[in-house]
């Protein structure tokens, strides 16, 4: 079974995204954003896309979207999904981390089993203002109307939020329902 990478991207809670998948019994392994996108293609079933300080940084990681694999992009990797399809990312109005009420507005693989709503921990430094053509919005809040988006069809999913942090109600049920899109793609 091939293992999920956990792309680093030089942010606070990378680490705590590769324990907490360990936690879970996920297979998982922590990778550096500049590593080659073949061994990304040979070596992995899924990408994570971590978190960081600034998409000027993110390394391959646009590169990783083009291999069919199944990703998740959190924070940073959310806006690298966003701008590599075609949206628009920008400053914040509200900044920094804190609590964050999010609406689910679609239940889709990545958050299926969730509530209508959900207390998180957000960073919105920068954030999605321009959904990617053809990506559906997930989730929304008061703060940022694209706190979760997704393109099924190639198995990308994107969140404004840490799942990883205990102050992000149910997070781990994010991780589990990446991990099961990964499986039924087939790629573990």
């Known amino acids: 079974m091939r293992p999920i990478a956990v792309v680093n991207n030089y942010g606070q809670f990378n680490h705590l995204i590769h324990r907490t998948l360990r936690d ?72 920094g981390y804190g609590p964050v ?29 321009g959904i990617p053509p053809g990506f559906d919005l997930l989730a929304t809040s008061d703060i940022c109307g694209a706190e979760a988006i997704a393109l099924p069809s190639r198995n990308l999913y994107g969140i404004q939020w840490h799942p990883e942090v205990s102050h992000t109600e149910d997070g781990n049920r994010i991780f589990e329902n990446f991990y099961a899109i990964v499986r039924e793609y087939g790629a573990c």
Do not use: F, M
């Open 101 to 129: 009420e999010v609406t689910i507005c679609d239940h889709d693989a990545i958050l299926a089993g969730y509530p209508g709503s959900i207390r998180v921990w957000a960073s919105h430094a920068d954030e999605v203002v």
């Open 24 to 95: 879970l019994g996920i297979p998982v392994t922590l990778v550096s954003n500049t590593t080659d996108p073949d061994d990304i293609a040979e070596r992995y079933g899924g990408i994570i896309l971590g978190g960081g300080p600034a998409i000027e940084r993110a390394g391959n990681c646009a590169q990783y979207l083009a291999l069919g694999l199944p990703v998740l992009g959190i924070c940073l990797g959310l806006h690298v999904i966003a701008t590599a399809s075609g949206g628009r990312v920008q400053p914040g109005k509200s900044g």
